[in-house]
């Protein structure tokens, strides 16, 4: 999908007019013309905060679990694939926004630095490594389900890359992407009750990932288990109370993840009816957000919030990009993206490290 970027300045936002989409409706003030395409200058802007991050080994939060003190070791001892970026999964996914920036523009000036970066951290031995600690005794679920999905990502990103070096770094990092694809098929059944929170735990969020991570490398029994646990989980629900969102530390919405990955489990009409028992507000053409404020961006939960903008921006693209009858959804998702977006340049650590990603996976989203 081609990438834009808002001009932020200039855009009125209006989410109660009628889909340009929509049978007789009026057209909506947002219209392309209120964009301009997400240039080079752009990209080689936003691709510096990966770059950089990847590359930063402290502050750094482990979040493992210690055996003994022959555990204790630098992150990059530890995990040395993925030990920036101030965690694991935020490492992983800013790989996966290197990868997909210097693929859609390969003419970026910092194209070198990020071929360097990935062939220097991507290696046999680094992946050896990792692959290592996943297998210790105290850390066999370490990242579940979060990071486990970002790396699947990451290896679609690369899947889809006709690159000699792109496929040199997927066929590097396949032996744990395989790990934990067979920790994911052995989780799954076993999880008896989603995880609804709007945080890394969310079981919608990595469900949804992971089944575009099985479809681009045909792995059926995933797919398979992925589809039957999403319709255990899902299927019954009724009423999502989207009033009660955003919890205070929300960067994902429990009831726009679930409705994403419901629309990509579901056939059209089955789905329909589905989301007008779960979210009949979505079809309204008033359909309407207010966006999350964040009150100390140096706050590395608060700053959680916009993070939030982000994802719900590619929730909603998502089903705009889907559904006719949803398309005006995308005067919302665009709402929350032009708010978030100015905040990542010159940000705190706190927010830089990982946000740039969120707003990348959100305009790779959105509808044309």
Request: proline share 5%; charged share 25%; hydrophobic share 40%.
């Amino acid at each position: 999908m081609k990438f834009i970027w808002i001009s932020i300045l200039s855009i009125t936002f209006w989410s109660c007019q009628d889909s340009p989409k929509q049978e007789g409706g009026s057209k909506s003030p947002f219209e392309n013309k209120d964009f301009i395409e997400f240039s080079i200058t752009e990209a080689e802007k936003l691709v510096e905060l990966p770059l950089e991050c990847i590359t930063q080994e402290f502050p750094n939060k482990l979040s493992q679990v210690l055996g003994s003190e022959d555990d204790l070791a630098r992150p990059k001892e530890l995990r040395p694939a993925f030990y920036g970026c101030f965690d694991w999964h935020s490492a992983v996914h800013s790989q996966w926004s290197l990868v997909k920036l210097l693929k859609q523009f390969p003419e970026l000036k910092q194209g070198d630095s990020i071929r360097s970066a990935l062939s220097e951290r991507l290696t046999k031995e680094n992946i050896e490594k990792e692959i290592e600690f996943f297998e210790t005794e105290h850390n066999q679920n370490f990242e579940r389900t979060y990071g486990w999905a970002w790396l699947f990502t990451l290896a679609k990103e690369l899947k889809t890359w006709e690159d000699p070096q792109a496929k040199v770094w997927l066929n590097t990092i396949m032996p744990l992407v395989e790990v934990l694809e067979t920790k994911m098929i052995d989780f799954l059944p076993k999880l008896v009750y989603p995880i609804r929170v709007g945080e890394h735990p969310n079981t919608a969020f990595a469900l949804s990932l992971s089944l575009d991570y099985a479809e681009a490398f045909e792995k059926a029994e995933l797919k398979a288990l992925i589809i039957k646990r999403s319709k255990d989980f899902y299927l019954k629900d009724r009423g999502c109370p989207l009033t009660w969102e955003p919890s205070g530390y929300d960067f994902l919405s429990p009831c726009l993840e679930e409705v994403s990955l419901m629309s990509k489990i579901l056939p059209e009409q089955e789905f329909e009816s589905w989301a007008r028992a779960f979210m009949p507000s979505l079809f309204s053409k008033y359909f309407s957000l207010k966006v999350a404020e964040v009150s100390d961006r140096s706050d590395g939960k608060l700053v959680h919030l916009e993070g939030l903008n982000f994802s719900r921006a590619w929730n909603l693209y998502e089903l705009a990009n889907r559904y006719e009858a949803l398309y005006h959804l995308k005067t919302t998702g665009d709402k929350h993206f032009v708010k978030a977006y100015p905040h990542l340049f010159g940000d705190t650590y706190e927010g830089s490290h990982w946000l740039g990603t969120f707003a990348l996976y959100a305009l790779d989203k959105r509808p044309e």
